[in-house]
């Protein structure tokens, strides 16, 4: 027994050396002053390189002449190596701590954008005290700093990889805290149901009355129903920031290749009269109506004992089976023609019916026929398919100020948080112990508390941050 508590006591000694180990290597790493360009690698005009630390403005001295310039003033500069010779001129502007991105010490470098002249001037920095900074490390020292929360530091790198002005406006949404926000709201309900709890638990000959269990439970359910209006986002996170995989599809004919010029401004698609010239899928990328879409536009679908054309048509389906969104084209100055079963079998839930040549006399059977007019000769039509859009994949939430969807790693937060209020509401209502509905919010809590970084997540902050580019 005796043997059995002393290894306990060397394994908590062992565990305890780890964690100040841990800690004091963290606390190492943030006393070390970083540099990187902030800029993509190239030849511009400019390029930026950040400096971030405690000793920044020694860094930056020691390469200057010792030239410490005043804080938030553009300061024209030479950097100069070991011989004193000039490497660049720059523009210095220093932010004192806390009043900067990262909350330290930050130098900005506006040197020449060149390879090479960007590469001696980091060079110099490095020499005089300065270390590289990795991936994502400016973000995770403004996020270690209280500068801003996980999702306001996942947003920096939206904003930066924004494909379409949606996806832009909600990027910024979320930088000004629109998700921390909403998960808050969440959390203030919970922590409020949670302290209830625990008095019920610190003073257990107190009975729980009806009217108060009602009254939890009503919380319980008014933070689920938050939970559940954000993750209702998830969707158009993923659209926002991936784009919406979009098949052109129909018969032979009927305007599919003259769509996808015509959305794209410049003929990429051969179009003929004969019928089965796209053989293959052809695809590119554009913004309409603010979304980012992937069209892909395919072989037409009909009977064919051509083996090429059904090696197209197979590529057809596949393409329609992984799609986002099906725009069917028809050509509205012919009599509806029944669609074949292959075409059928794609419809989903996202599907837009284009009446294409309506420039032409429109057919009376398609005069009938619910779906957006469309001449791709003459563009009449864009602004109604890009209204469409909007409607089938933006929530309601999108025309509001504080418009922000959420990403794969906050949508599974989301439904652990919401996996643990389900056990809780059930625990209230079957009249178990305190204990059990106390371990079910503290689960809930604990998952919400991941999504803004404000939980023990070591190794979620490592996978975030690892997905930066330099300089950020």
């Known amino acids: 027994m005796m043997g ?8 908590m000694t062992e565990m305890s ?3 100040e180990t841990t800690e004091t290597t963290e606390m190492s790493e943030m006393t070390e002053t970083i540099a990187a360009v902030a800029t993509p690698p190239g030849t511009g005009a400019l390029a930026v390189i950040r400096v971030s630390g405690p000793g920044a403005r020694e860094v930056l001295a ?5 030239r410490r310039p005043e804080p938030r003033r553009a300061t024209l500069l030479r950097v100069r190596d070991a011989q004193d010779r000039v490497i660049d001129e720059v523009v210095a502007t220093f932010f004192a701590a806390p009043a900067s991105f990262t909350g330290e010490d930050v130098v900005e470098l506006s040197c020449h954008g060149g390879l090479l002249v960007t590469k001696r001037v980091l060079e110099r920095l490095f020499a ?3 270390r ?8 995770r020292r ?4 209280g500068r801003m929360d996980l999702t306001q530091a996942e947003a920096v790198m939206d904003i930066i990889s924004a494909g379409s002005d949606l996806a832009l406006r909600a990027a910024q949404n979320q930088l000004q805290g629109a998700i921390c926000r909403r998960v808050e709201a969440a959390v203030n309900v919970l922590t409020d149901v949670a302290a209830h709890t625990v008095a019920f638990i610190d003073f257990p000959d107190e009975d729980i009355e009806p009217a108060a269990l009602s009254e939890l439970l009503r919380r319980l359910e008014l933070a689920d129903a938050m939970l559940a209006e954000l993750l209702a986002t998830a969707d158009e996170g993923r659209v926002l920031r991936e784009g919406i995989r979009t098949a052109i599809v129909g018969a032979p004919n009927v305007g599919k290749s003259s769509l996808l010029n015509c959305l794209l401004g410049y003929e990429r698609a051969i179009v003929s009269d004969t019928a089965g010239t796209t053989r293959d899928t052809i695809e590119e ?5 603010g979304l980012c879409l992937h069209l892909i536009d395919t072989a037409g679908l009909h009977e064919s004992g051509d083996a090429l054309e059904q090696a197209g048509m197979e590529r057809s389906k596949a393409a329609g089976a992984s799609a986002d969104l099906l725009i069917e084209v028809v050509d509205a100055s012919q009599a509806p023609v029944p669609l074949p079963p292959e075409l059928q079998s794609l419809h989903g839930a996202r599907h837009l019916l284009l009446l294409n040549k309506c420039d032409l006399p429109m057919h009376p059977l398609q005069e009938k026929r619910g779906g957006i007019r469309f001449s791709c000769r003459s563009g009449e039509g864009r602004a109604e398919l890009e209204a469409a859009l909007q409607a089938l994949f933006l929530h309601e939430s999108g025309e509001s100020d504080s418009f922000a969807a959420i990403n794969s790693r906050h949508r599974y937060a989301l439904v652990q948080a919401r996996e643990a209020l389900a056990r809780a509401k059930e625990a209230l209502r079957a009249g178990e112990s305190p204990e059990f509905v106390d371990v079910d919010l503290q689960e809930a809590l604990e998952a919400l508390g991941a999504i803004t970084g404000k939980t023990d997540t070591e ?7 690892a997905t930066f580019c330099l300089g950020k």
């Not at 403004?142 to 700093?145: K, P, R």
């Not at 990328?285 to 109506?289: A, C, I, M, P, T």
């Not at 190794?459 to 941050?465: A, E, G, P």
């Open 4 to 11: 059995g508590m002393e290894a306990s006591r060397a394994d």
């Open 17 to 19: 050396k780890t964690t």
């Open 62 to 66: 020691a390469c200057t002449r010792g």
């Open 128 to 130: 005089c005290g300065a």
């Open 132 to 139: 590289p900074a990795e991936p994502g490390e400016f973000s």
């Open 142 to 145: 403004a996020f270690e700093n």
């Open 285 to 289: 990328s554009l913004r309409l109506g």
């Open 459 to 465: 190794d979620i902050l490592s996978r975030v941050f």
